[in-house]
């Protein structure tokens, strides 16, 4: 007897950004992207992934101690809250479920994007560092502001993701973390 397709339940299908559809079951812990149908790539991320994919420890740790979370399911920065900025930026080209009633899967939550994996991870570090900006704008020093800002003029993005993903070597052929 066949299980059926309901959302966030066993054998859940993702409707994806490109309008195909994907069996959440066929996204692996390990993968972070995978090659469509559709002719494209698409990234994916799980809740149980750190959010040091993207981000260096100490970075991640300045976020954690800095942003404060309302939700007790979350209660400390992560992977989630670096995926609902994405969301917020991009909703058409985000899709997440909820399987965590879906013991086969190993996460809660399970979020396919438009994006390949490295543009992922620049938009995240994109979104993080407009949202530093953000925090230190509200800082009552404007020299804080200034330095910052001036700071962010030498910061290339894309330059930052190629040594970060280099220093945890992934490559654009490895489809894994």
Known sequence: MSEPRVPGGRGAELDLPCGRTR????????????????????????????????????????????????????????????????KEEFPEAVVSADVSDDGEVGAGI?????????????????LVVELMEHAVSHAEDDSLLTEFETQMLDFDVSEFVDQYRAERDLSEEDAYV
Do not use: K, N, Q, Y
């Open 110 to 126: 399970v979020w396919v994007t438009d994006f390949r994996a490295r543009r992922l991870h620049e938009i995240i570090v994109e």
């Open 23 to 86: 069996r959440v079951r066929s996204i692996d812990l390990g993968m972070r992207e995978f090659e469509c149908p559709c002719g494209e790539s698409h990234a994916t991320v799980m809740d149980v992934h750190p959010p040091e994919r993207f981000l260096p420890e100490f970075l991640v740790d300045v976020l954690r101690e800095a942003i404060e979370t309302t939700s007790d399911e979350m209660p400390e920065f992560g992977t989630p809250h670096l995926m609902a900025l994405v």
